[in-house]
């Protein structure tokens, strides 16, 4: 009786162990698939990315020979056709690109790294475009995608400037 005792508590305690292990195995596991997850994200960020930039460069150079870094204001384009079609191409390249970075299919700081800063100065730069075609063709949720990543983008670049500042105060104190 005291045999089977003892082996009913070493089955126990082998069965616990196995337990524990599975659950470890499922962990790493899972920790894995997402290591891989945002690793394939990345990639096709970077794929994507070097499919539309040389339309982008295009798009984003002729806009700059116009504007350089100014406002563009709606009352200065709204009869230049040619223009209007560069700019609504170039709006919705973008808003692919952020609806994708939003849904999570390619990676917010991959994005940024390449495109980052470019694209926020050209959406702040068409602000009164883009409210005005929201208006005229009563769609209020136009680019709203667009809006979000930019909002991110700013987001990231606050930390970063944050960070950077709180990294020459420190440096400074020792000076």
């Given amino acids: 009786m005291l045999v089977i005792t003892i082996i009913g ?14 659950v470890l195995e499922f962990h790493w596991t899972k920790k894995s698939i997402l290591v891989n997850n945002e690793r394939g994200q990345k990639q096709a960020t970077l794929d994507f990315y070097m499919n539309i930039k040389d339309e982008l460069y295009a798009l984003n150079h002729s806009i700059y020979e116009r504007f350089k870094r100014n406002t563009i204001l709606y009352s200065d384009i709204k009869d230049d056709e040619e223009f209007l079609a560069i ?41 009164d475009y883009i409210f005005n075609r929201r208006i005229i063709i009563k769609e209020p949720e136009m680019y709203r995608d667009l809006d979000l990543l930019v909002f991110r983008l700013k987001s990231i670049h606050n930390e970063n400037d944050e960070l950077l500042n709180s990294k020459a105060s420190i440096r400074n104190s020792f000076e």
């Fill in 9 to 22: 508590i070493i089955v126990d305690v082998f069965t616990c162990v196995g337990i524990i292990i599975a």
């Fill in 87 to 127: 700019l609504k191409r170039y709006l919705n390249i973008m808003e692919i690109v952020a609806t994708g970075i939003n849904t999570g299919i390619y990676n917010i700081d991959v994005f940024d790294r390449l495109y980052g800063d470019v694209c926020v100065r050209v959406v702040e730069q068409l602000e």
